[in-house]
């Protein structure tokens, strides 16, 4: 299945499930699309709402959030629910 067929018709032809346009990379697909190094038509596609998020080491307060998430997800694996 080629991507750009399934974003423009938004289901996956064997499972008929629809997919989301999401995607997440570190480089910069606009300047990569200027330099025909990225497909140009497929960049526009997957940029219709960008939502930048800074990394996580930018954002040192969430990281408790990210701890006590994933202790509790920990602890209800392991049938000790907190």
Sequence with gaps: MKLDAALANRKHEKTK?????AAATL????????????????Y?????FPVL???LRERGED???FVEH??????Q????AH
Excluded: C
Aim: hydrophobic share 50%; glycine share 2%.
């Design 27 to 42: 480089r910069d697909l606009a300047q990569m699309a200027a330099r025909a190094e990225f497909r140009s038509d497929l």
């Design 17 to 21: 499930t629809l997919l989301p346009d």
């Design 53 to 55: 998020i800074p990394p």
């Design 70 to 75: 994933f202790v509790e997800v920990l602890l």
């Design 63 to 65: 990281i408790s959030q």
């Design 44 to 48: 526009y596609r997957l940029n219709v």
């Design 77 to 80: 694996a392991h049938g000790e």
